[in-house]
């Protein structure tokens, strides 16, 4: 994003009609003068700023996170479906719009159009770097210009920055843009950037984002955060340095990031509120370590609600740590917890003094495959981190294609027995590997959404970690090393959104 002080003054200075001297200009001095000629015009009507159709646009550009980029997007979705509760699920991804895709920073501009003037983006605030609303678009410069003359701009102070996402043809110059624009705005232009207000009046921030089909001129959207926001961030950002301490480390673990989108995507689907007088059941039939476990728990035990967390996995060293890293996360004593050493399971109970039911989280050393065995009540979500088989590829010699083939019908089994245990319209979200990784050469013979679909279950959603077709780019040193492989794919994975039949 363009923000150097010496644009943001030509610009300030050309708002006020006063000539510049000394700035450098791709342009020849007679198309420059042609351009201000045809920029110069001023705001003769003032119109509101909505489209003929009586919509709003936001646009927001994603954290720079090569991995999450679609899991953000996917995330989005959710919420505009919940903004809507629209029950037609299948078209969910239709909602939010990839409008371009930052290739340096591997960020995307989303968009977001609304009838209801009391509807708000539907992007989390933590994962963009900013938000928007879209006060005029056009395909060219020209036609940017006289929809922002048409637009009703009250504002008594502003800042005006450059965000290219991707090259516009022919090409579009920033500073003879940015000059225009602000001859065109109303009010005056503060080139403190530590100011934010003046005269107990805002100061507005517009953005003008290029893509390759599109100029849209934005202005940013400051969101308010409520106590019990801010008092989730808190959590989340101690949760995130105590989970690295956790006694039991598991090289399978999710990667954090990944986890925490996952846990409040489960949050919208599971439209959660202060309703502690109604239990929450989660289950975890691969939980590892416990990631998801303790992050639902940090999660929703903030936002007051009472949970009931089920957590199964095969390994009973996997069982027992996942026990000994909720315990040591939480603070829990010794007296807050019972085992069964019949039915190897452990039972803590969360010391949450407010609540009039007790949050309990249970660990069972078990198959997942045989949940109707343990006469589990049902759920209201689940959450599972599939196995990836690639140990099974790694130690398994010339059997591999067997043990592939074992590891997929354990995995169509899991997702039988989950689906026996939830209750109807459950939310669930699946990580596994990506079933056709053709970058990596590697094919695993179990497709989670193929899966789920047989099963009966509403696809909302599947995006891939990192995006598909999409590497960061080697530097000419590491590409030219024969010794230095590509390894592309090797860490994909899959991520899928699912409503129980």
Same mark, same amino acid.
Request: aromatic content about 8%; hydrophobic content about 40%; overall charge negative.
């Given at each position: 994003m363009v923000l150097a002080s010496s644009l943001l003054l030509y610009t300030s200075l050309c708002a006020f009609g006063i000539p510049v001297n000394g700035f450098v200009h791709l342009e020849s001095n007679a198309a420059r003068r042609a351009s201000l000629s045809y920029y110069g015009r001023r705001v003769k009507q003032a119109l509101p700023s909505v489209s003929s159709d009586g919509s709003i646009t936001y646009v927001g550009k994603t954290i720079e996170s090569f991995k999450l980029a679609d899991v953000y997007w996917l995330e989005s979705c959710i919420s505009a479906d919940r903004n809507h509760s629209t029950n037609d699920a299948f078209n969910i991804t239709e909602l939010v719009q990839r409008l371009s895709f930052h290739r340096p920073t591997a960020s995307y501009l989303l968009g977001y159009s609304t009838t209801d003037t009391k509807d708000n983006a539907p992007f989390r605030s933590k994962r963009f770097q900013y938000i928007a609303k879209v006060l005029a678009v056009g395909n060219t410069p020209e036609e940017l210009l006289d929809d922002i003359r048409t637009t009703n701009l009250a504002c008594a102070h502003w800042r005006i920055c450059y965000d290219k996402f991707e090259p516009m043809q022919p090409k579009v110059s920033s500073t003879m843009l940015m000059c225009a624009i602000g001859r065109i705005l109303p009010g005056e232009p503060i080139l403190q950037y530590d100011v934010l207000s003046l005269d107990d009046s805002p100061i507005v921030e517009y953005v003008i984002v290029e893509t390759s089909k599109k100029l849209y001129f934005v202005e940013r959207y400051v969101e308010s955060h409520d106590n019990q926001e801010?008092?989730?961030?808190?959590?989340?950002?101690?949760?995130?340095?105590?989970?690295?301490?956790?006694?039991?480390?598991?090289?399978?673990?999710?990667?954090?990031?990944?986890?925490?989108?996952?846990?409040?995507?489960?949050?919208?689907?599971?439209?959660?509120?202060?309703?502690?007088?109604?239990?929450?059941?989660?289950?975890?039939?691969?939980?590892?370590?416990? #990631?998801?476990?303790? &992050? /639902? =728990?940090? %999660?929703?035990?903030? +936002?007051?609600?009472?949970?009931?967390?089920?957590?199964?996995?095969?390994?009973?060293?996997?069982?027992?740590?996942?026990?000994?890293?909720?315990?040591?996360?939480?603070?829990?004593?010794?007296?807050?917890?019972?085992?069964?050493?019949?039915?190897?399971?452990?039972?803590?109970?969360?010391?949450?003094?407010?609540?009039?039911?007790?949050? #309990?989280?249970?660990? &069972? /050393? =078990?198959? %997942?495959?045989?949940? +109707?065995?343990?006469?589990?009540?049902?759920?209201?979500?689940?959450?599972?981190?599939?196995?990836?088989?690639?140990?099974?590829?790694?130690?398994?010699?010339?059997?591999?294609?067997?043990?592939?083939?074992?590891?997929?019908?354990?995995?169509?089994?899991?997702?039988?027995?989950?689906?026996t245990v939830l209750k109807t319209k459950a939310p669930i979200v699946v990580v596994s590997a990506d079933s056709n990784d053709n970058d990596s050469g590697n094919q695993t013979l179990f497709d989670a959404e193929t899966c789920l679909n047989d099963l009966g279950f509403t696809i909302l959603g599947c995006v891939s970690v990192p995006p598909k077709g999409f590497d960061l780019p080697m530097s000419n040193k590491k590409s030219n090393h024969v010794s230095i492989k590509k390894l592309k794919g090797s860490s994909h994975c899959s991520i899928l959104i699912a409503l129980a039949p």
């Open positions: 801010a008092t989730y961030d808190m959590s989340i950002t101690h949760f995130r340095k105590m989970w690295p301490r956790r006694p039991f480390q598991y090289s399978g673990a999710i990667s954090l990031d990944l986890a925490i989108v996952i846990t409040d995507i489960l949050t919208d689907l599971l439209h959660l509120q202060n309703t502690s007088d109604k239990k929450i059941r989660l289950l975890d039939p691969t939980c590892g370590s416990g #990631t998801f476990l303790a &992050l /639902a =728990a940090t %999660s929703w035990l903030e +936002l007051g609600q009472t949970i009931e967390m089920i957590g199964v996995d095969s390994n009973p060293k996997c069982a027992r740590g996942t026990v000994a890293n909720l315990m040591k996360t939480f603070s829990i004593e010794n007296d807050s917890l019972s085992f069964d050493d019949t039915n190897k399971e452990w039972m803590i109970t969360f010391p949450i003094k407010d609540q009039l039911i007790q949050s #309990t989280a249970t660990i &069972l /050393a =078990a198959d %997942s495959t045989q949940l +109707l065995k343990k006469s589990m009540k049902p759920f209201d979500c689940a959450v599972m981190n599939l196995p990836w088989n690639r140990n099974t590829f790694e130690f398994k010699g010339a059997n591999h294609v067997k043990e592939f083939a074992n590891d997929a019908t354990t995995n169509t089994q899991m997702m039988e027995s989950v689906a």
